[in-house]
């Protein structure tokens, strides 16, 4: 198959970003055709196709306000930048798209209305154009807004097929939707690539956590910090901050004055497995909704169990490899009661983690797109015009 993966832009190192180049390698790998179209960023690539700028962006100019807006706006009423013509060329037997806010969603359905298209659902973008949720009960008016918005996209998307990580995150979505809008779609679980063939995890040590992520506020490193300023020095637990982010400074200067903090910086696969072998949770304190978090699936894989926040639970863990905190003083003494968890009791929430992870096959998940498209192709035939190829 000729497979167009469509993605607004790699201009952080996300995973969602992570997910597309994964997923476009393992389609070559299995004799697919695979051509990738994003808007010019730090991180694209040079076999990337490049998607046009739109109109509302170039308007947005130098005040980011303004920017801000009319990046809003365009996701819903500018149908410039991403072109039939850019993928006409290609001529896909399907499109997967992954992130589209900052394309917006009129070339979505303009492309849907052209070739089978189908959408991994990253985040919660069709309710709320925070993607996180975090403008959700802020006012009546507020809310109103977002619900027209909501059912705005919801029709535009109407010829997509939605690919839903997770049914709790479906779930989510259409709880925020206005009354009488209905997301479809199929649920195809995500997973990760094992790099470099199977790793053989140690065993945890129950006083070692770690911090996979954007070292940002809405991620919960500042929650972490706080509630590390009361368990460091406590049985010799040790906590490990890896990524990068607006927060950085703040992680440095705490791991210089907080004892058994260390800030590993910006992690390669490599440094992330050498993390993990060290640790014996995964700490995910996120502030938002999450959808489908890749740290979260690495931890399970590896045998780690998790400390979440309560919104940001992931959908792939079961219970028994979960402990949940509300407020920062839950996490101080779920973090203290972890540390000091006796070896049994810890083996058995890490045996949970590990069964969890085995479900989370890469190479399940990529039969499973695959089977998506050929289904979506067969659903397809002799619906639409495909436009001739001009080469």
Known sequence: MRIAMVHSSFAIRGGAEQYVRDLSAALVDRGHEV????????????????????????????????????????????????????LRDFAPDVVHVHNWQGLGVLPLARIARTWPTCHTVHDYAVADPNNSLANQGRSD???????????????????????????????????????????????????????????????????VFLF?????????????????REVAGQDGAT???????PRR??????????????????????????????????????????????SCVEALRAGRPIISSEVARPPMASDESLRIFRTRAELTETMRRAASMPPADYDTIAAAAARDGRELNWDRHVDAVVDAYTALRADDAGRRRVPATRR
């Open 35 to 86: 051509q990738v179209f994003s808007r010019p960023s730090p991180h694209s690539l040079p076999t990337d196709a490049p998607v046009d700028t739109r109109i509302s962006a170039r308007l947005g100019g130098a005040d980011p306000r303004l920017g801000k807006v009319l990046t809003h706006l365009g996701d819903l009423a500018d149908p410039t930048g991403l072109r039939l013509n850019a």
């Open 239 to 245: 906590l490990l901050i890896g990524g990068d982010g």
């Open 212 to 228: 996979l992520g954007a070292l940002s506020e809405h991620k919960g490193i500042d929650l972490l910090l706080a509630a590390w």
């Open 141 to 207: 008016l507020t809310d109103r807004l977002l619900r027209a918005r909501s059912a705005w996209l919801v029709r535009q998307l109407r010829g997509v097929s939605l690919l839903w990580p997770a049914a709790r995150t479906r779930d989510i979505a259409q709880r925020h939707l206005p009354q009488g809008s209905t997301l479809g779609g199929t649920v195809v679980p995500l997973a990760v690539p094992e790099t470099g063939g199977p790793v053989s995890w140690p065993a945890g040590n129950p006083a």
């Open 249 to 294: 400074a703040d992680v440095e200067a705490a791991a210089r004055k907080l004892p058994g903090l260390e800030y590993l910086g910006f992690l390669d696969t490599a440094g992330k497995q050498a993390a993990m072998a060290r640790a014996g949770w995964l700490v995910f304190p996120s502030q938002w909704a999450e959808n489908f978090p890749i």
